[in-house]
């Protein structure tokens, strides 16, 4: 039998060329996606992280600055007062006259009436707010003196309870309402004009309140036997009483304060020396009112840039706050069912209610709150408030007589809004990459190994004898196929090289057209994924209303060029604004001003743009003969903008305040320009608006909305 030959018989590779580079393409580009989505993600995370806990720090020390400012001025106006000629003589004339009242025999009847104005207008408000019954006579006031100046000034006062102020003259013939006659008025403008609650003069001998500007039922009693003896406003006459030093003034932090209905209030008093002695002490009221107009902003959360949730409060001593929650205010029902869900005790939700405020009654234990009150300063992701992981920024107030913090917070969920949509956007755009990816490595492993067969057929015909064949086989495998371009392919290369330069000038061109000039110079110079935070831009959207009914009639290339006509003037006066031009989508024309260079008065050019808009939109209407109008939304505030795309490139903009720049569009008039509160705010005074009044937003709500007059 003779020996087989197999040296003619090809054995046919296991894996083809094609399906090598196939699976290499979907492996490299899979690769690229997953790292490029998880670099961006991971970046933009930190990025936004680390400017949400600059502005809580920002905010928080400004809010800090204000509250020390504050008591720090009623600290140097209490002193100077307290000097003064005015309240010195008034101290000593009120002592002496009271110590003639204290020795007058007192007129018949009158203790029975005051017991009964007691006992009808004062002792049922006690028991509601301590929450049990009372007896009269541990709340009477103490002495002849007291009663008769009591009964005087407060139950036959002829004004209201809250006006009892007005009263100067009891009429009763006393040297002590002569006295009052001459001091009140005084006194009163005093108070008045510095912001204090109340006003009052304590004898440092007795420490008997002698004078009491609102004249409350603490008025005249005693601090050392009286009900109150064991009230803050006790603790502040006692230290300043003890005190011959003009510099020394007195703070005793908050507490409820049965005379004024249980409200939260802190005294701050000062020393009255006459010739090297303390003769009395002047004491102020100071209302919790002020402390949390500062901490709330006036409760308007949102315009200092704390969004939905986030909010800043003061902590005191046994971590009580010093300042309301923000929910209690906008939505008592919600706060209430959030705190007893979070656990919070029964007794302190009913102490809140009966009082009407969770001022010193609602405990905030974190690690915030303790950080701060142990003195130190910081700012981190913590479980916050009833529970809920939020970003926080905390410090000590430097206020001398109390130890409070100051807290800075925003919930997580609404802080990494922005990065949970950036997550679902990569996800999906990394799904369309990999499906892009499989195309186009199946169409390119075909169009790379069709021509290297034909190549492989040649050669085989050239080593069967075919020398018109100019392929040289060196290797039996489809890459050494390619050498036989080899040859051609050195003398094109000095041409190639020069269309290749013209191509990258090219490129260049439409790179600075896609982006913007600094955007592009980052992107060449290596970074594979830009995000940044803007604080404060202003964005807009214009749309032509109706434009697709108007040119269903046209021809393709009318359409076009009426378009590009519009848009080319618009592109026109947005580089002399310095306004960067976002992207077109059909009609529509997206600018925003601020980024990526910021600048002062973004809302400014964004509105004189689209005021340009309008005429141009107006002027190009005229010149083609047809009917358009513009509709334009403009809003102002924090975004995030980044570059997204890797085989085409768009920078583009993301956040709450471009959302709403686009339903003011969607929600404006036909040939004019609806602007948010926040551009309003920025721009009344310089361009003239109408209100439109609320208008209802997708996912917003009720939004107020203004109308520029053009």
């Given amino acids: 039998m003779g020996t087989a030959d197999f040296r003619g018989i090809e054995r046919k590779p296991r894996w083809g060329l094609a399906a090598k580079l196939l699976v290499v393409l979907i492996l490299l580009g899979a690769v690229a996606v997953l790292v490029t989505s998880v670099l961006g993600y991971v970046q933009a995370r930190d990025a936004l992280e680390e400017t949400i806990f600059k502005q809580l720090t920002a905010a928080r020390r400004t809010k800090a600055r204000q509250v020390e400012d504050y008591f720090r001025t009623i600290r140097n106006e209490l002193q100077v ?27 018949d009847g009158l203790r029975a009436r005051l017991e009964d104005w007691y006992a009808k207008h004062y002792l049922p408000d006690v028991g ?60 009163r403008r005093a108070g008045a004009a510095l912001g204090f609650f109340d006003f009052l003069l304590a004898d440092a001998a007795t420490g008997r309140l002698i004078y009491g500007m609102v004249k409350e039922v603490d008025f005249t009693t005693s601090l ?7 009230s803050n406003i006790a603790a502040a006459v006692a230290q300043c009483a003890a005190a011959p030093d003009p510099s020394i003034t007195c703070l005793v932090d908050f507490a409820t304060y049965l005379p004024s209905s249980g409200q ?34 006036n409760r308007h959360w949102r315009e200092e840039g704390f969004g939905s949730t986030g909010e800043a409060y003061i902590v005191g001593p046994s971590f009580l706050v010093r300042s309301g929650a923000r929910l209690f205010y906008e939505d008592r029902d919600a706060y209430f069912a959030a705190e007893t869900a979070a656990g919070t005790p029964v007794a302190e939700l009913d102490a809140i209610r009966r009082n ?31 529970g809920k992981p939020s970003l926080d ?40 990459a990999l499906v892009v990816v499989l195309g186009i490595g199946a169409w390119l492993s075909h169009s790379l ?85 803007f604080a404060e831009v202003t964005v807009a959207f214009a749309d032509l209303v109706g434009f697709t009914a108007l040119t269903s009639d046209m021809p393709p290339q009318h ?59 107006r002027e190009h209407a005229l010149e083609n003969r047809v009917s358009m109008k513009l509709r334009v939304g403009v809003n102002s505030g924090p975004v995030v903008a980044g570059v997204i795309g890797k085989s085409k490139y768009i920078y583009d903009l993301w956040g709450d305040t471009v959302n709403l720049a686009s339903r003011m569009e969607a929600g404006g008039i036909p040939d004019s320009i609806q602007v948010t509160q926040a551009v309003y705010e920025r721009l009344k005074d310089q361009f003239a608006f109408e209100p439109r009044g609320p208008i209802e937003v997708k996912g917003k709500g009720t939004v107020e909305a203004w109308l520029l007059r053009l």
């Fill in 356 to 386: 009407g405020s969770p001022v010193l009654h609602q405990r905030i234990d974190n690690q915030a709150t303790r950080a701060a009150l142990a003195g130190l300063e910081g700012a981190g992701q913590i479980i916050g408030v009833r």
């Fill in 393 to 432: 920024s905390w410090g000590p107030l430097s206020i001398p007589g109390v130890k409070w913090a100051l807290v800075a917070k925003i919930e997580r969920d609404e802080a990494f809004a922005p990065i949970y949509r950036l997550q679902r956007d990569l996800a999906i755009v990394g799904a369309l």
């Fill in 224 to 230: 050392r036997i009286g009900p109150y003896r064991r």
């Fill in 559 to 617: 359409v076009v060029t009426l378009l590009n006509g519009l848009f080319s003037r618009f592109d026109t006066a947005a580089q002399e604004l310095g306004i960067e031009k976002i992207k077109t989508v059909g009609d529509a024309y997206m600018a925003v001003c601020g980024l990526p260079s910021p600048v002062e008065n973004h809302a400014e050019r964004m509105v004189r743009m689209a005021i340009r808009m309008i005429h141009i939109t």
């Fill in 81 to 107: 007062l307290a000097a003064s000629k005015m309240v010195v003589d008034a101290t000593r004339d009120f002592h002496s006259a009271f110590e003639e009242l204290e020795h007058r025999p007192m007129p």
């Fill in 264 to 297: 939260p209030i802190a005294f701050m008093a000062a020393p009255v020396i006459d010739q090297g002695a303390v003769i009395g002490v002047l004491v102020a009221q100071l209302s919790i009112e002020e402390i949390d107009r500062v901490v709330t902003g």
């Fill in 128 to 187: 509601r707010l301590l929450g049990h019954d009372v007896r009269l006579e541990d709340y009477l006031p103490v002495g002849p003196a007291a009663t008769y100046l009591q009964y005087h000034y407060i139950v036959a006062n002829g004004y209201p309870a809250a006006e009892r102020k007005l009263l100067d003259d009891a009429g009763d013939g006393s040297r002590y309402s002569a006295l009052h006659a001459i001091y009140h008025p005084l006194l």
């Fill in 449 to 533: 190994t069709t021509p290297l067969r034909r190549l492989t057929a040649g050669v085989k015909r050239f080593a069967a004898g075919d020398h018109d064949a100019k392929v040289e086989v060196r290797t039996r495998d489809e890459i050494g196929q390619l050498c036989t371009a080899f040859n051609s392919m050195v003398d094109d290369i000095s041409a190639k090289n020069a269309v290749i330069e013209s191509k990258n000038r090219e490129n260049e061109e439409l790179l600075l057209n896609v982006l913007p000039a600094p955007i592009a110079n980052r992107l060449r110079g290596g970074e594979h994924s830009i995000a940044d935070g």
